[in-house]
């Protein structure tokens, strides 16, 4: 049986689980005293813990020892997204933490028809977090909102490669198997990009890169992209 890993805000020798992460313990995993569990801090470490008391709205975990996490990513991937309508951006957030992004920016751009406020992205990252959990990674990416594409597009500045998908590019400008060290990914919302837009990606640093003759829904396209591009990095190997 897996060991259940919970977030906290900072390790010390007696560390309390509160909140949210106190009350799926306590109230849906029935944990008690004498419970292992696995403790992360966003470090990269897991720190090994034995619940020793319970409180009101807090238990309190021995923490017994810790070790670097071998479930995190080697390489950093920056994936953007722009906002899909309904639960979709969950979706697409959900599954690039299971492959190893390290972080997630969701922007708004010319085509956008969906909106983003403080609890849809408060929401994001607890997506994140549960994600993370469930297939046992010891960080959760980072998700950030960007108002517009240009600041999205500021944001991966020093990333080594900067892939922009464009559904009405007739080629890629590089080759993804060839692919090393950090890199960032942009894919659009439902109704994709503009031209004005992908000569802003390029202007940003950023290459073009097709995903076939088939035109995917923007989650698809983000979930494939992500997957080839950690493949060609070794992350999926």
């Given amino acids: 049986m897996t060991v259940r890993h919970f977030f906290v805000r900072s390790i010390s020798p007696e560390t309390a689980l509160t909140g949210e ?14 419970d292992e569990i696995v403790l992360l801090d966003g470090s990269g470490r897991e720190y090994d813990a034995v619940v020793c008391r319970a409180e009101k709205g807090a238990l309190f975990c ?25 639960d979709k951006t969950e979706f697409a957030v959900q599954k690039a933490t299971e492959l190893g992004v390290a972080e ?6 010319r085509y ?29 990416p980072a998700v950030t909102y960007h108002a517009d594409l240009a600041s999205a597009l500021a944001s991966c500045e020093g990333y080594a490669n900067k892939l922009f998908a464009c559904e009405f590019a007739e080629k890629s400008d590089v080759s993804l198997a060839s692919l090393k060290a950090d890199t960032a990914l942009a894919v659009g919302s439902e109704g994709g990009f503009t031209e004005e837009e992908f000569a802003a990606a390029r202007a940003a640093g950023f290459a073009g890169v097709t995903l076939g003759r088939r035109i995917l829904r923007a989650e698809t396209a983000a979930i494939a992209l992500t997957s080839v591009v950690m493949f060609a990095l070794g992350e999926l190997g």
């Fill in 62 to 86: 021995h923490v017994t020892g810790s070790r670097p996490s071998d479930k995190e990513p080697r390489t950093r991937v920056r994936l953007l997204i722009g906002a899909l309508k309904g």
């Fill in 112 to 140: 956008s028809s969906a909106y983003m406020n403080e609890n849809k992205l408060e929401r994001l990252q607890k997506v994140a977090r549960e994600a993370a959990k469930q297939c046992l990674r010891a960080c959760a």
């Fill in 21 to 34: 992460e106190y009350a799926h313990a306590k109230n849906v995993l029935r944990l008690g005293v004498g």
């Fill in 104 to 109: 997630i920016g969701v922007f708004c751009s």
